[in-house]
C-alpha cells in the first residue's frame, strides 16, 4: 500500500506560499480592473460551483469555477482573479471539509495561477498593444487558458507526488489525459463568451452561467462513466485471478495424489499451444487452447486411488469412471463465468476421429479443433513420459505410433503439425518431463492481473476538478 508523507512540513511551506501570493496580489490590487458588477457575477459564478460540484466515485469533484477565473484573469486581471479563487476554495471546503493540507494546497493552487497569468496576460496587453478589437486578444485569452491549466494541473500533481499518493507521470496519465479533450472545448467555450462579452457586455456572461451549469453537469457525467468503466474492468479482472487461482489450487491439489497430472498438464499445454500457432490459429484461440490444456485433466478428481495409482489391470467398472473424467472437468469449469468454451474443449479431448473416443462419440469435424490439438499433445506425452502411468517410448517411437494412429484416432493435419515442430526443437522440447506447470500458468498472468487501488486521501482541484 502507498503511505503518504508527514504533511507537517509541507503545511508550512504551503502557509509561506499563501502569503508570499498574498502579498503580491495586494501589491498588483491597484492596477486591477475593479468591475465590481462583472466581479460579483464571476464571483457567484465560481463559488456557486465549487459549492454546487459533482462528485464522482473516485474522489473527483467536478466544477466550473476554473472558466470563471479565466475571465477574471481577462477582463479583471490577476488580483481579483486570485481573490475568487481564495472564496470559491473556501466556499468549497464548507460543504466537503477537505483535511487542512488539501485545503491549503488548493488556496495556493487557486491564488497562484490565477495571479501569475492574470499578471502576464495584462502585460503581454500593454507591451504589444493588442487590444479587445484584435483578433490577437482572443488567441491570447487561449493560450491564459491553457497556461493557467498546465500551472494548476502541475501544481496539484507536485503536492500529490510529494506525499506519495502517486508519480507524477501517473497523474498526467490517469487525470490529466483523459480530461485534454474537455479542457479544450472548455478552453474554446471562455474564449467565446469572452467574445460575447466584449460585444454585449454583462448579459454575455449571464449567457456563460448557463454554459457553464451544464458544462459542469456534462463532465461530470463522463467522468462517473469513466469511473464506472474502471470499476468494472478491476472486478473483471478480480473474477478472473480469482478463477485462475482456483482451478490451479485444484490442479495443484490433485497433483498431491497423481504426481504426473500437473507436469503431465504443463507439458500438454506447451505443446498444445506450439501446435496452434504453427497451425496459424489467432492468438486469443492459442491462449484458449493452452488455458484447457493445462485443466484438460481436472474431472480426474473423481477417480479414486486406486486408479490413479495403482498399476493394475482396469476393471469395467474402472473405466466405465475414467471416461466420465472429461464431463466432470467440463461441468467443473463450466460453472465459472466465461470459461464455456474452454469446458467445451476439456469434454471433447478424449474424442476420436473415427468416432470411437469418449464420452459422446463424436466423429471428425464435430470435435472442435483445439481439443483435437490437446488430444494430439495429450497422447504424444503419455506415451514418452518417464512419470506416466505406461512405460515410456522414445519421441522417435512415439512419432511413429502417432502417424499409425494418423486419420483414426487423431486428427492427420495436427499430427504432421506437431511431428514437424518436434523435429525442429531439441531434446528438452520433445520430452516433457522439464515442463513446469507454475511456469506455464504465469503465461496466464495478464488474467490474474488485479488492479491496485491507491490511497483515497482527500481532494484536489484540478482545472476545476479535485482529484482525490
Known sequence: MKTQR????????????????SAVAVQQAPVADWNMALFGILLGFSAFS???SIETDSSLKISGSFLAQVLAMVFLGGTPAALIGLISILAGWVRFREGWNFLLINL???????LAVGIAFHETLQATGITTADPAFYVLVFGAFLAALAMNFSMIAAYGSYLGLSSFGEKVRTALIPLLPSELAAALMAVGVAFIYVQIGLAGVALFGIVLVIFQYLLGALLKSQDRARELEVRTNQLASFQVGMLSALLRTLDLRDQMTARHSAAVARYSRAIAQKAGFSKREEELVHIAALLHDIGKFILPDRILKANVPLTDEDWMLIRRHPQQGARVVSSLDGYGPVADIILAHHERIDGKGYPRGLEGDAIPELARIISVADTYDVMTARDSYRTPTSSYEA????????????DARFVEVFIELLEDQDVSFRHGEEADFEKELSLEARIAETANPGVDSGRFQVAGVSVG
Do not use: C, H, M
Not at 6 to 21: E, I, K, M
Open 6 to 21: 508527514s504533511t507537517r512540513l509541507s503545511n508550512a511551506f504551503l502557509l509561506l506560499a499563501l502569503a508570499g501570493v
Open 50 to 52: 465549487d459549492v454546487t
Open 108 to 114: 495556493v493552487t487557486y491564488t497562484t495561477f490565477p
Open 399 to 410: 512419432i511413429q505410433e502417432l502417424r499409425r494412429v494418423s486419420g483414426k484416432q487423431l
